[in-house]
């Protein structure tokens, strides 16, 4: 059994003291509001649509969705009283895009929105967080420096929904023509123009069962 010295204990105490009193929790540290940004980026809805048609695998189905750019920093947890502080701060726009342009093989599902963050040094892009990168930003060590409108509830681009409406539209259109078809035929069958058999075959049809 290893014996640690009277010397090792101190030193040890002297460590352990500020870890315990610190607790387990990490702390956050915030930004002071008058922090200077420099100027917020130019044409910027433009510069990530450039972006993004070189990144996506379908960029002529791409619609977007930004926000405006926000004074936006990123906080470094300290741990047990270790780290922390600000790791970088600058202007940073959310970005959505629907899934159909973004991935290689489309699906009925793929017109919800993939977001992410894009930070901007001067008019560039300086990184794109997508995937873990964008949820961490989001939800633990990213915040922005006064109020922004969030592109959070919206989940299709105006021109997708619309889409999507009128496709309902017309199902519903041709659902209603077909029990009018049916309704018709069954007056048929009642006044004896048509047979049973023939009102069931044609009844068939419609519903193509």
Known sequence: MKIISQKMRKLLLVIALPVLASGCAGNIETLNADTEFGPAP??????????????????????YVISEPMKFYRSQPS????????????????????????????????????????????????????????TSLKNETGFTVGEYASIDNITVTAKTAKVISDEKAEEEAVLIKSFESIRALN???????????????????????
């Open 79 to 134: 741990i047990t009283g270790i780290g922390g502080g600000i790791k970088w701060h600058a202007w940073v726009a959310e970005v959505g895009i629907p899934g159909k342009a973004i991935y290689k093989y489309l699906s009925g599902s793929n017109n919800d929105l993939t977001h992410y963050y894009v930070r901007f040094e001067g008019n560039e892009i300086d990184t794109v967080y997508d995937g873990k990168g964008y």
């Open 187 to 209: 007056t048929l069958y009642k006044e004896g123009i048509i047979t049973e058999e023939e009102y069931s075959l044609k009844k068939k049809a419609i519903l193509k069962i």
């Open 42 to 63: 130019q044409a910027y809805q433009q510069t990530i649509k450039d972006y993004f048609a070189q990144e996506l695998n379908n960029p002529e189905l791409a619609e």
